[in-house]
């Protein structure tokens, strides 16, 4: 099942005596009571995906207004709609590598891949790279909320100050100036927050509901 692609005529349709929001169901989950996955057939490729836990209502809600029921697929508004329809990405003040890297990025994307990686030499400004994808992918894709996810304390100041420092192509506005970015320093995440940087382990804390120390507060203590 994993990695299964659906087309819309494999939609599913809600009882006749059970109320629903729209049909065919536009939400789709499937568990065997140990792995949950989820298919959203108001993207443009409906595919099912592995997920830790059912959605919140209102969350639900809000993707069925991006998405009115009858409007042609240049109007979905869902994200993965929007990552299909991003702008051209300009060269302006970007490597040759850094560009590559984004456009590749955003053509996979577009492929409806979810994963990609990106490899690039020592001292090519990767974090720039990062920083300029998703600057476009808040911008334009209209993403909410990316996690920038490092392993030691000290990249997560350095990717925290790369972000602050970077002006946009467009506005010539610092991205701190559009955007909320919050480093991590406990295990609360701010609503307003568009980027979260954290360390691995802090985000694994996160997610166990147990208590976090950075590599930095084990070495202190003596820790290996």
């Known amino acids: 099942m994993a990695g299964t692609t ?6 599913c349709w809600a009882p006749s005596d059970l109320p629903a929001a729209r049909q065919p169901l536009p939400f789709v989950y499937e568990s065997t009571g140990v792995e949950t996955r989820f298919t959203n057939y108001l993207e443009p490729v409906a595919s099912s995906r592995q ?7 209102e969350t639900l809600a809000d993707w069925l207004e991006q998405a009115p029921e009858g409007e042609p697929e240049q109007e979905n508004e869902t994200l993965r709609a ?4 991003l702008p051209p990405l300009a060269r302006t003040g970007l490597r040759n590598c850094q560009y590559e890297a984004i456009t590749n990025l955003e053509r996979s994307f577009a492929d409806n891949r979810p994963r990609a ?7 090519s400004g990767k974090t720039y790279t990062a920083v300029a994808s998703i600057y476009r992918l808040l911008k ?15 990249l997560g100041r350095q990717a925290l100050n790369e972000f602050l420092q970077y002006v946009t192509p467009d506005s010539k506005r610092r991205f701190g ?18 980027v979260c940087i954290t360390t691995i382990q802090r985000l694994y804390s996160i997610l166990s509901g147990g208590p976090a120390r950075s590599a930095d507060a084990r070495r202190a203590l003596g820790a290996t």
Not at 147 to 154: I, S
């Open 6 to 11: 659906f087309s819309r005529a494999c939609s």
């Open 117 to 123: 990686l990106i490899q690039m030499a020592t001292g």
């Open 177 to 194: 100036e559009l955007y909320n970015v919050q480093l991590l320093t406990h295990n609360a995440i701010d609503r307003a927050a568009s």
């Open 51 to 57: 997920v830790f836990a059912f959605h919140r209502p």
């Open 140 to 154: 334009f894709g209209g993403a909410r909320r990316v996690l920038f996810l490092v392993d030691r304390a000290n």
């Open 82 to 85: 929007r990552l299909r329809r």
